[in-house]
């Protein structure tokens, strides 16, 4: 594991700086070109700021189970970092108790998720499994209800219980939930749609599903 690692933009940053990890060093245009920033950051977004941390601090999945409530996220193979973040900025704001991704053939918290989470990642608790559909049964035997989105579904997230401790399953891009995840699910959902493109985006969903289920817990600033 490296001993370090760059993280880059206004919000990711201040985030670090308010979050687990300690921030070794910073950069800012005040202090070096934008090409160097660029140099650092890997890319051309730093908002005139980079910052050197400590790596990514994954928790502990069975961390994740321990709240009687708790509503965790589990991701299947969402290899775009983008979409990963978005999830995880989603699932922070709605007051998830984290996001599970697997090991392997899936996106991990780089810069480019920090960034993309708008340093949600710094606050919001992680996990890596080395395979979901274990893991989801692990869920189950803890007390949790998994319920799988999937586009086909006949139930609709709307008419769905989605308080007490549940874990919310979404596929990856263009490829939904692998079989044996889906097999998984106690339930499978759908988000209803009208409009003339087939599905949502993984990380609108995941929003529509978090915010569904935070309003039915009646948490802070759902309606």
Same mark, same amino acid.
């Given at each position: 594991?490296?001993?370090?690692?760059?993280?880059? %933009?206004?919000?990711?940053?201040?985030?670090?700086?308010?979050?687990?990890?300690?921030?070794?060093?910073?950069?800012?245009? /005040?202090?070096? /070109?934008?090409?160097? &920033?660029?140099?650092?950051?890997?890319?051309?977004?730093?908002?005139?700021?980079?910052?050197? !941390?400590?790596?990514?601090?994954?928790?502990?999945?069975?961390?994740?189970?321990?709240?009687?409530? %708790?509503? $965790?996220? #589990?991701?299947?193979?969402?290899?775009?970092?983008?979409? &990963?973040?978005?999830?995880?900025?989603? @699932?922070?704001?709605?007051?998830?108790?984290?996001? !599970?991704?697997?090991?392997?053939?899936?996106?991990?918290?780089?810069?480019?998720?920090?960034?993309?989470? @708008?340093?949600?990642?710094?606050? =919001?608790?992680? #996990?890596?499994?080395?395979?979901?559909?274990?893991?989801?049964?692990? #869920?189950? /035997? @803890?007390?949790?209800?998994?319920?799988?989105?999937?586009?086909?579904?006949?139930?609709?997230?709307?008419?769905?219980? =989605?308080?007490?401790?549940? $874990?919310?399953? &979404?596929?990856?891009?263009?490829?939904? =939930?692998?079989?044996?995840?889906?097999?998984?699910?106690?339930?499978? &959902?759908?988000?209803? !749609?009208?409009?003339?493109?087939?599905?949502?985006? !993984?990380?609108?969903?995941?929003?529509?599903?978090?915010?569904?289920?935070?309003?039915?817990?009646? =948490?802070?600033?759902?309606?």
């Amino acid at each position: 594991m490296a001993a370090s690692e760059f993280i880059y %933009g206004r919000r990711p940053v201040a985030e670090a700086e308010r979050g687990r990890r300690r921030v070794l060093r910073k950069w800012t245009s /005040d202090d070096t /070109d934008a090409a160097e &920033l660029t140099r650092l950051a890997g890319s051309p977004d730093h908002q005139g700021i980079v910052a050197e !941390v400590e790596p990514y601090p994954y928790a502990d999945p069975g961390s994740l189970l321990r709240e009687p409530d %708790g509503l $965790v996220v #589990a991701l299947d193979q969402i290899q775009d970092p983008h979409n &990963l973040g978005a999830v995880c900025r989603s @699932a922070e704001v709605a007051g998830a108790s984290g996001v !599970v991704i697997p090991e392997r053939r899936a996106a991990g918290v780089t810069a480019a998720v920090c960034k993309a989470s @708008a340093g949600a990642v710094e606050h =919001l608790p992680v #996990a890596r499994v080395r395979n979901l559909a274990d893991w989801l049964a692990e #869920a189950r /035997d @803890a007390g949790a209800w998994i319920y799988g989105a999937d586009a086909e579904a006949d139930a609709t997230y709307a008419d769905t219980d =989605l308080t007490g401790k549940v $874990v919310l399953v &979404l596929g990856s891009e263009g490829k939904g =939930l692998r079989p044996r995840v889906a097999s998984g699910c106690d339930l499978l &959902l759908s988000i209803p !749609v009208r409009g003339r493109v087939g599905s949502l985006n !993984v990380s609108t969903a995941a929003a529509v599903l978090l915010f569904e289920a935070a309003r039915q817990r009646g =948490l802070a600033g759902a309606s």
